[in-house]
């Protein structure tokens, strides 16, 4: 198969889901079935040719990048600046072949889990348009070969995310999380735009790979590192509103209003990760300081949000919290330099994420099930501690739930425990070349965290005894249809599709198609060199893996003490930790804050602005009115009283000087005579000169 | 002005001079006048016209006769009296027409041109 054919397929695989959004949101209600089987047909379509470019790259072409593209915009030679041209098109390369795979496997098993839960709903095909859109718009940034595409692709997740979070907007909670997600996300962007421009400026071109070119021979914008440190910091503004990083992480769970598939594909799996690809993309042109920023937020991100997740009851937040974490663990692997680990935990992360929000959404379907034949409208299906003793009622469910809580916390011969060592491995080597010893006690901190939040809510969902034993009856296993994607997920946290020695990715297939890329930036301002990097990990493997182990495993021995086997008391111990468990059961406070300062800053801005306008605009323009009326008024009476007057008077004196001298034209010749007389006797009597 | 008394009356008409040409001819000049105010017969205002002519005359020559002019006033005297001959003529002739017209001589009455 020739790289034209890749190019093709990438090309199908990229506008087939555009196909079926268009088609579903305009003929959708017509549609058999309201069009559910097109949108996951398409989908499907996709995940087999993703499927089959992975394979033919990897076999056939493990070390080219393929490239099409075409001329957009060409300015020609814009005077003081330079040739100028817009090139759009589409890049293969491993990374982004991997990708492909991930959101279409990602996006069809949503797809078809989509199928059974959201069966019923009010708007079921815009529901599965959405979906394809979010499919699109996902593809276009994964296999861009641009900025500008990028950002256009950024743009549209953004939007798709809105809609879908945004799909029960009857719910003031949906339509204000939905708003929520894109304002936050807005921010980001602001900074990813800005730090795109900035490169653009400097080399007159958007294209990924002429932009690394151009730096790797010297070129830098403005003349500084600094700024090309400020271009990487800004472009990294994308990922931390879009990959939910701190301090804009506050939107993703709120994001949980949506729809639980939608969670899984959005807000766990592929949007979220596109921060992570964008770093992984533009890692070329971090510098030093650009990756010590990224490394820090990712860490304080992976750590706030761990903490948070452990205190809360909605399961789909503690999960989102989770996804958080891990995300601010991707981002901190990437910062440390340990580029394929983060890399690598995306991948897996994103299927065992996946498969925990949908297997959340099937508890929360067989609940909602099982309250509406009760007609109880007030418990809260999605509470842990409403649930719990589904164990026997929901096998599939439970099983695959526990093999993806496994995978998160970090258990061997699981994909977690592959790509989480590996980034321990890669802190633990970051800190003994820089000395940040900070970042790998985080991380381990954070493991031992997630270990122990994930088993909470695993027993608390499966284990124990249901918080009414009369509604147990009523709890079904879900249909096939949600049951597969599950399956499926759960297959795809195994070891085994990543790397045969379950110890070790480094001799996996994963390792060997994706390799850090070589830094272009100016050699003062490098980040630690790949080779010295290398030898730190190599040297700290043993220990991380270790204590990475020991760790999950200290996680789940105290969720099951204080869960399952009831040593300890939950609630005395939140008594105990007093203030750091309000801390973090009012999630930091991050809301509350942002409230009083962003969100009342705005308002106040806007009081004032409305003020400023209601009374000074408004005041001026009103003012000016009255004025003009006033001035009217006068001078409408000047012209009825002066003019008029004037003209009036002047025709009055007319008509009465014409009565008078009427008297004169008596047409008797001797009167005029007596007249001329008395003139000239007058006229005399006043010229005369004596 | 020339200062009067009563008593000198009798001397200074007993002395002719140019004064009292003058004063005959204001007296003439107008008696015509009054006559061409007063009068409603056209005949009579033409009379009255020239009485005015005359009142001329006599000035003329009156200064004629105390300057050191030697015949000019007299002929403007004598053109006067051919030209008021002509004017008499045509104007008798007017009037011979207006009575054929509107049957009187009476000015008042002649006053179509008012409308």
Partial sequence: MTSDTLIQFALYILFLPLLGFVALIFFGKRLPRQGDWFGTGILGITLILSFIILFVKLISYPAETFISQFTWIDFGDVPF???????????????????????????????????????????????????????????????????????????????????????????????????KAFIVNRIGDAGMFIGIMILFVTFSTFTFEKIFDSIAIGMIPFGSEAWLTAAGILIFCGAIGKSAQFPLHTWLPDAMEGPTPVSALIHAATMVAAGVYLIARTFAIMTGDALMVITYIGAIT??????????????????????????????????????????????????????????????????????????????????????????????????????????????????????????????????????????????????????????????????????????????????????????????????????????????????????????VVPSVVQPVAADIFKEAVHHSHTLAMILSIAIAGLGILFAFVVYHFRK??????????????????????????????????????????????????????????????????????????????????????????????????????????????????????????? | MMAFCIAQIPQWLAEPGLQHFLIISAILFSLGLLAVITRRNVIMVLMGIELILNAANINFIAFTRYSTLSLEGHLIALFVIILAAAEAAIALAIVLNIYQRFSTVNVDEISTLRE
């Fill in chain 1, 302 to 519: 992976a750590f706030i949000a761990a903490t948070i997740a452990i205190t809360q009851f909605d399961i789909k937040k503690v999960l989102a919290y989770s996804t958080i974490s891990q995300l601010g663990y991707m981002v901190m692997a990437l910062g440390t330099g340990a580029y394929t680990a983060g890399f690598f935990h995306l991948v897996t992360h994103a299927s065992f994420k996946a498969g925990l929000f949908l297997g959340s959404g099937s508890v929360i379907h067989a609940m909602h099930e099982a309250l509406h034949n009760k007609h109880d409208h007030r418990t809260d299906p999605q509470d842990i501690r409403n649930l719990g003793g589904l164990r026997n009622k929901m096998p599939i469910t439970y099983l695959t739930f526990l093999i993806f809580t496994l995978a998160i916390s970090g258990v061997p011969l699981t994909s977690g425990f592959l790509s989480k060592d590996e980034i321990l491995a890669g802190t633990l080597g970051f800190a003994s070349v820089t000395g940040h010893y900070l970042i790998p006690f985080i991380a381990f901190i954070v493991a031992g965290m997630t270990a122990f939040y994930m088993f909470r809510i695993f027993i608390l969902t499966f284990h124990g005894n249901h918080a009414e034993p009369s509604r147990l009856n009523d709890i079904h296993e879900s249909p096939a249809v949600m049951t597969i994607p599950l399956i499926v997920f759960a297959a795809f946290s195994i070891w085994i599709f990543y790397s045969f020695n379950p110890f070790g990715a480094t001799s996996g297939w994963f390792y060997f198609a994706i390799d850090r890329p070589m830094s």
């Fill in chain 1, 81 to 179: 600046i330079g040739p100028i041209s817009i090139e759009l098109g589409i890049m293969l390369d491993n990374l982004s072949v991997i990708m492909l795979v991930v959101v279409t496997l990602v996006s069809f098993l949503v797809h078809l889990f989509s199928i059974g839960y959201m069966q019923g709903d009010v708007r079921y095909s815009r529901y599965f348009a959405y979906l394809g859109l979010f499919s699109f718009s996902m593809l276009g940034i994964v296999i861009t070969h641009n900025f500008l595409m990028m950002y256009i692709f950024w743009e549209l997740v953004g939007l798709s995310s809105y809609l879908l979070i945004g799909h029960w907007y009857e719910k003031k909670s949906a339509s204000d999380a939905a708003k």
């Fill in chain 1, 568 to 690: 300890l008391d939950a609630d005395n111990l939140a008594k105990a930790a007093g203030p750091f468990y309000n801390l973090s059961y009012n999630k930091w406070r991050f809301d509350e804050m942002y409230d009083k300062s962003v969100v009342n800053g705005t308002m106040g801005l806007s009081n004032l602005s409305a003020w400023f306008d209601n009374y000074i605009i408004d005041g001026i323009v009103n003012g000016s009115a009255t004025i003009t009326r006033w001035w009217s008024k006068f001078t409408g009476r000047f012209d009825n009283v002066v003019i008029d007057g004037l003209v009036n008077f002047s025709a009055y004196f007319t008509g009465f000087s014409g009565l008078i001298l009427r008297k004169f034209q008596s047409g008797k010749v001797q009167t005029y005579i007596v007249f001329v007389i008395f003139s000239i006797i007058v006229f005399f009597f006043i010229f005369r000169t004596f």
